[in-house]
């Protein structure tokens, strides 16, 4: 009985591109991209940070490949797990070698809006038209911001906490305005994140207003360069609290609200500053709901402190997150008093009409600038 041989040729297994860095090239950092930066790569398979632009609707990513030595082209593309990424593709000669090579995303599906999210890239591999193959997987946490952070943030130095403490602010400003899309409605949302529940809403707030307070609980003002200064580690402090949910009614006084504003809103790439607002009388406020209490009440003070945008003038935007309306007054969902036109106290619906009884004209003065520095050690 004879036998009947047959060889099958068999191909031998395909082999994959090697994933050896990557770098999101449009990706948002405290200052001129430098490795190590915000947004710069991380080994293959490790968790990075990605900040991306909300108007940026097709991010790029750059990777270095070491591609297996083959006749046909090689198309590779990144699976992004958020759906506001999609797919990016891109087509390459097949030679055997290192190469990088640049892919766009897709169009995000619906507008992209600020928010804070876990992201997996799958990377896929063909050659020619042969079937996808993964090759390699990488996981990031991906903030979509507005922009550049503005001060304190811009260009914090590694020695005062640097990116690491801007991605740990980026978690609470991302979803203290989570869905906003412009700084007027991300300012908006932090201010009412920092006040607290709403008017006439149950749940415990995370601060309570004290205009009795020194200065400044939060920040100091350091004298000699004329700069209010967060020290890193009460920064650290304060981002431990927003997180706890067991923490509630830490006091602040005006300088320190608007300080919590102005830094988790300009984390995000909102320009916001501390402006104090003089009179020269004592200021009297109508009856407002204050942070962390329930009932409207008065108060009288020389000179309260805001957030503000725009200029010094009527034009300038207010977010306060020391008061809110009482029930009655409130004609907006904006509660506390958040992006408001300063006016005067002769303008109806403006912030300073809303706010104080007095009629004669206020005066404004920007504080010093916030900055960030580490702790010194004895």
């Not at 890239?121 to 193959?133: D, V």
């Not at 005062?160 to 908006?188: D, F, I, K, P, Y």
């Not at 920064?235 to 504003?261: E, F, I, K, R």
């Not at 942070?291 to 957030?307: E, L, N, S, Y």
Request: with cysteine; aromatic share 8%; charged share 15%.
């Amino acid at each position: 009985m004879g036998w009947l041989l047959i060889w099958l040729a068999l191909p031998a297994a395909a082999q994959q591109p090697a994933l050896q860095g990557l770098e999101f090239v449009n990706s948002i950092g405290l200052a001129a991209p430098t490795a190590g930066s915000a947004g710069q790569a991380a080994a293959p398979n490790g968790p990075e940070r990605v900040v991306l632009a909300v108007g940026n609707s097709r991010p790029a990513v750059r990777i270095q490949l070491q591609l297996p030595g083959t006749t046909d082209s090689v198309t590779i593309r990144a699976v992004a797990s958020h759906a506001g990424l999609g797919t990016a593709t891109k087509t390459v000669a097949g030679a055997a070698g290192r190469r990088t090579v640049e892919l766009t995303f897709g169009a995000a599906a619906g507008a992209a809006a600020i928010e804070a999210a876990d992201l997996v890239l799958r990377w896929e591999s063909k050659a020619g038209a042969g079937a996808w193959t993964t090759f390699a997987t990488t996981r990031h946490r991906l903030y979509w911001v507005l922009g550049g952070p503005g001060s304190p943030w811009a260009g914090l130095r590694e020695a005062e906490g640097g990116a690491a403490l801007w991605a740990a602010t980026l978690e609470v400003s991302c979803r203290a305005a989570a869905g906003a899309r412009t700084a007027e409605q991300a300012a908006s949302a932090v201010t009412r994140y920092v006040y607290g529940s709403r008017v006439g809403e149950g749940g415990d707030t995370k601060f309570q207003y004290n205009p009795m307070l020194p200065d400044a609980n939060l920040t100091h003002l350091d004298a000699a360069t004329a700069r209010y200064v967060v020290r890193t580690e009460e920064l650290q402090a304060l981002l431990q609290s927003l997180n706890n949910p067991a923490m509630t009614h830490l006091q602040l006084n005006c300088y320190d609200a608007a300080g919590c504003v102005v830094m988790l809103s300009n984390a995000l790439g909102c320009q916001l500053r501390r402006v104090k607002v003089n009179s020269a009388y004592y200021l009297v406020t109508r009856k407002l709901v204050p942070m962390g209490f329930t009932k409207p009440a008065k108060a009288d003070f020389r000179v309260h402190c805001v957030a503000w945008s725009g200029p010094l003038d009527e034009r300038g935007l207010v977010y306060d997150a020391c008061f809110a309306l009482p029930p009655a007054a409130t004609a907006a969902p904006d509660t506390p008093l958040a992006a408001l036109p300063f006016g005067s106290s002769h303008q109806p619906g403006s912030y300073a009409e809303q706010v104080f009884t007095n009629k004669e004209e206020f005066y404004l003065t920007p504080l010093p600038a916030l900055v960030i520095r580490k702790q010194a050690t004895p």
